[in-house]
């Protein structure tokens, strides 16, 4: 399985400001997507970061709040600009194994917004 | 109707018992099924993973997919405390692609010592 590390584990930020989240995975990996998991629900994914061109956002999701870079095949961040307290929720980066469909994740950023 | 159905919970269970978990799911197009277990304030962990029908065991653990019924188990054999934790299922329709998964909801099962 890949170890997968994110920076930062957790952290409180104010209203207006960004932050960028850091996914780390100890081999290279196809396929990271970017997940958002709010108090008590299950995962969304928010976009996948594909390697060398722009990530692919799902509905709901738009570059501009959540530009996502991808420059090799084992690093991926994730920006969540322009905060409010809805953004308030656990950001997890996940990879695709290279056999077969498994999918790993990462322990999870921890965002609170005030 | 979501594509994805699971029973909340929680599920509480004594130590030691049998615990079942399941999801159904509307997309036939389903393939590969996933459980994961979340622990509080961590990331989810594969469990199981299944490619289309039939069963599949790792220790303590059994994972079934029905694919004519669209229904999916886990089993937990002799439950223990350290099992409490938050069970996702997830499936995929395809091997490739840029499609992630598609999750339940999770469920919360708290084994009672």
């Known amino acids: 399985s890949a170890v997968i590390s994110q920076k930062p584990s957790r952290d409180i930020c104010q209203r207006g400001t960004s932050l960028t989240i850091q996914c780390q995975v100890d081999?290279?990996?196809?396929?990271m997507f970017w997940y958002r998991q709010q108090p008590g629900q299950s995962l969304t994914l928010i976009a996948t970061?594909?390697?060398?061109?722009?990530?692919?956002?799902e509905s709901g999701f738009v570059i501009d709040k959540f530009p996502i870079s991808r420059p090799n095949l084992t690093f991926s961040t994730l920006t969540v600009s322009n905060m409010s307290p809805e953004d308030s929720s656990i950001y997890l980066c996940?990879?695709?194994?290279?056999?077969?469909?498994?999918?790993?994740f990462g322990p999870g950023t921890r965002l609170t917004v005030l | 109707q979501k594509e994805v159905e699971q029973d909340p919970g929680p599920l509480s269970v004594p130590e030691g018992a049998i615990v079942s978990l399941n999801c159904t799911y509307s997309?036939?197009?389903?393939?590969?099924f996933m459980w994961y277990r979340q622990y509080s304030r961590k990331g989810p962990e594969l469990l199981m993973y299944?490619?289309?029908?039939g069963n599949k065991e790792d220790g303590r653990f059994t994972a079934q997919v029905d694919k004519s019924s669209k229904y999916i188990s886990l089993f937990i054999r002799d439950s223990q405390p350290s099992d409490s934790a938050t069970y996702l299922c997830?499936?995929?329709?395809?091997?490739?692609?840029?499609?992630?998964?598609?999750f339940g909801s999770g469920t919360r099962l708290q084994v009672q010592p």
């Open positions: 299944t490619y289309s029908s």
């Open positions: 997830a499936m995929s329709a395809g091997d490739t692609g840029r499609r992630a998964l598609t």
């Open positions: 997309n036939s197009a389903f393939q590969y």
């Open positions: 970061a594909n390697q060398g061109s722009e990530a692919t956002y």
């Open positions: 996940s990879v695709r194994a290279a056999e077969g469909n498994r999918r790993f």
């Open positions: 081999s290279q990996v196809t396929m």
